[in-house]
């Protein structure tokens, strides 16, 4: 599981402000058998989950608006099978039953970021106007990571927006992923038109954290069509810190922090057959390596030590190659 909540989010609930908002639901049944999915689906979808729990494993056991268990892997991907910090599995789970494309995505709340870039969806501008269905993703003023995903489900008349938050409220204080998942809920926050901009620090969203807005994402329904995510290729605790699109497929760098090593993973964005594809990381001063063959779905991972180093990283797909410079250094 990759860190998406900085170590004091479980303050976030205790003593914020939440603004307590009544939704115009369209008919669930209008909302999941759609022919075309549209945002405004997608935000009724999740705002008729509001108040739910990561599911069946929760302190309160819930079923989500059309009857699973759980939202994703809500319930079961944290460890030994457990529950996990599920911001992004909420907003996937809305986006998915909804029509959108959700390739690339997985647990970690960074891969809303890194879909948006991939799939040309992504807004940095202080300009952009959040639409009903983006996913707003969210910074912190003290780091460079991605810590929290939510959901715009409306844009109200004095231009606030109202947002959707899965994994919002866990117990105060609790130093467990899975205690915190099985305490928290979907809750309903509202940016005001003041606060809702790329690079606002709104005061109602974990001041104590610092959380920013670093851009919406916009679903698309012609996104990747690869089930592999590079959080998964490279295995737990690895979190994606850099990529770089090839032509038909992305480069992926990752990074543990707790044991100081990189992956690569060079992952086709429309799987169809076998194709000339590399991975490739070098540690400067040290070991290098690639991953070189015809492959299906993704080259790699290739995994190397990079304690207090540079690092150049790269990858090819289809006769189209990439190498970084020397690179996330430390």
């Known amino acids: 599981m990759n860190h998406r909540h900085l170590p004091g989010l479980v303050r976030r609930i205790a003593g914020a402000t939440v603004a307590t908002v009544v939704f115009a639901l369209l008919n669930l049944a209008n909302v999941t058998t759609a022919s075309a ?17 990561a599911g069946t494993c929760a302190n309160s056991p819930t079923h989500n608006s059309l009857g699973g268990a759980q939202f994703e892997t809500s319930c079961s991907g944290g460890g030994s099978g457990g529950p996990e910090y599920w911001c992004a599995d909420f ?9 959108f494309s959700t390739g690339g995505l997985d647990a970690d709340a ?9 799939n040309g969806t992504l807004h940095t501008s202080a300009s952009y106007q959040p639409q009903p269905g983006d996913a707003v993703v969210y910074g912190s ?31 105060p204080g609790t130093g467990s992923m899975a205690d ?14 003041g606060q ?22 916009t679903p698309t329904t012609t996104g990747s069509t690869n089930p592999n995510t590079p959080t998964a290729i490279c295995g737990t605790g690895f979190k994606v810190i850099d990529s770089h699109a090839l032509g038909g497929a992305v480069v992926y760098l990752l990074y543990n922090g707790s044991t100081a090593r990189n992956c690569v993973t060079t992952v086709a964005t429309d799987p ?14 040290g070991s290098s390596a690639g991953n070189p063959g015809n492959f299906t779905y993704y080259a790699g991972p290739v995994i190397l030590g990079a304690a207090n180093v540079c690092v150049q990283w790269g990858g090819s797909y289809a006769g189209t190659s990439w190498t970084s410079g020397w690179s996330h250094c430390g």
């Open 37 to 53: 999915a549209t945002g405004t689906g997608a935000a009724a979808l999740a705002a008729a989950n509001l108040d739910k729990t």
């Open 91 to 99: 907003v996937q789970w809305v986006w998915q039953n909804s029509g």
């Open 110 to 118: 960074a891969s809303f970021y890194a879909y948006g870039r991939d």
């Open 141 to 171: 003023v003290n780091d460079t990571e991605i810590h929290h995903v939510a959901i715009v489900t409306s844009v109200n008349a004095d231009g606030s927006i109202t947002t959707a938050n899965g994994d919002w409220g866990g117990t």
């Open 180 to 193: 915190f998942a099985v305490s928290s809920r979907v809750a309903a926050i509202t940016l005001s038109a």
């Open 196 to 217: 809702k901009s790329v690079g606002s620090v709104p005061g109602n969203v974990d001041t104590a954290d610092g959380y920013t807005i670093v851009g919406y994402t």
């Open 272 to 285: 169809g057959g076998k194709v000339a594809m590399d991975a490739t990381l070098a540690a400067q001063g």
